[in-house]
T-cell receptor, first 111, second 117 residues
């Protein structure tokens, strides 16, 4: 059974600090997605990582993928309050339509 | 309207009611999805339509019935629901995955918050 585990599930941090969210998955997959969800709002695509060693950056967020370790990380640099949200990772299955989702990491950044 | 829209945004219904959720996408996509998002649970894929044909049905109870009349519209018909069906129902759309390729990025609507009494 394909499982996707995010760690931590909840994170409260101060502005200006750095932190990393981890996404582990249990079977081989070369494709991983990161999404953001603000309270009461929908999911917004952040990154698509399509190969081993892929790294993508947007502003203070940087995502990477290690398919051999079955691990993706989402690194937050010098956090700001606007990054407070729930972050989800998702891994594709062979069916090509189905993504298996992590439970989400709720991130609260205090001013 | 742009992106993916869903109506209604909030719905309260009794267990004997029949209601429908509507999703519309304005992105030119050909694949549409229904997801269920419950508190403290991973997102659950319910149904997938590609080119108006159902391609995935993840053992969803028959009290949920999807309909995709065209590539821009997706419905979820609800009847005799249970309180445990209360959740946020999200619609998404994407381009169909290429052969031997990955699912394309999915774009989500704002969701319908459903409460079953």
């Amino acid at each position: 059974e394909l499982k996707v585990e995010q760690n931590p599930l909840f994170l409260s941090m101060q502005e200006g600090k750095n932190y990393t969210i981890y996404c582990n998955y249990s079977t081989t997959s070369d494709r991983l997605y990161w999404y953001r969800q603000d309270p009461g709002k929908s999911l917004e695509s952040l990154f698509v990582l399509l190969s081993n060693g892929a790294v993508k950056q947007e502003g203070r967020l940087m995502a990477s993928l290690d398919t051999k370790a079955r691990l993706s990380t989402l690194h937050i640099t010098a956090a700001v309050h606007d990054l407070s949200a729930t972050y989800f990772c998702a891994v594709d299955m062979d069916s090509n339509y189905q993504l298996i989702w992590g439970a989400g990491t709720k991130l609260i950044i205090k001013p | 309207e742009t992106g993916v829209t869903q109506t209604p945004r909030h719905l309260v219904m009794g267990m004997t009611n029949k209601k429908s959720l509507k999703c519309e996408q304005h992105l030119g996509h050909n694949a549409m999805y229904w997801y269920k998002q419950s508190a403290k649970k991973p997102l659950e894929l319910m149904f997938v339509y590609s080119l108006e044909e159902r391609v995935e049905n993840n053992s969803v109870p028959s009290r949920f019935s999807p309909e995709c009349p065209n590539s821009s519209h997706l419905f979820l018909h609800l009847h005799t629901l249970q309180p445990e069906d209360s959740a946020l129902y999200l619609c998404a759309s994407s381009h169909p995955p290429p052969l031997a390729g990955a699912p394309d990025t999915q774009y989500f609507g704002p969701g319908t918050r459903l409460t079953v009494l």
